[in-house]
Nanobody, 118 residues
Framework: VQLQASGGGLVQAGGSLRLSCAAS????????MGWYRQAPGKERELAAR???????NYADSVKGRFTISRDIAKNTVYLQMNSLKPEDTAVYYC?????????????WGQGTLVTVSS
């Protein structure tokens, strides 16, 4: 099983980016999917999560600016980030709680760097 994240880059404050993360491999089912982020010198923190039923939760710092969504058929989760701020600068990691080969496990993507300039 692999999670491939993409969509990071350099953007000016106030701009937007859309991150994507596709899960591939012998996947039977996917439960929650999420995006975490880790800024330089800080611990990794949750940005947003979405359940298999479509329920979402967000960190207070991104509420109203970020939107998480998923395409179940494509095993893909997205993070639309609007009104970006310099403090959103971080490496963004996707993860998925899924069942593969009769085993349930949380998998992580490789991370994609988002840099917001002021």
């Amino acid at each position: 099983v692999q999670l491939q994240a993409s969509g990071g880059g350099l953007v000016q404050a106030g701009g937007s980016l859309r991150l994507s993360c596709a899960a591939s491999g012998p996947i039977f089912s996917i439960n929650d999917m999420g995006w975490y982020r880790q800024a330089p010198g800080k611990e990794r923190e949750l940005a947003a999560r979405i359940t298999s039923g479509g329920s979402t939760n967000y960190a207070d710092s991104v509420k109203g600016r970020f939107t998480i969504s998923r395409d179940i058929a494509k095993n893909t989760v997205y993070l639309q980030m609007n009104s970006l701020k310099p403090e959103d600068t971080a490496v963004y990691y996707c993860n998925a709680d899924l069942v593969a080969k009769f085993s349930r496990k949380v998998y992580w993507g490789q991370g994609t760097l988002v840099t917001v300039s002021s």
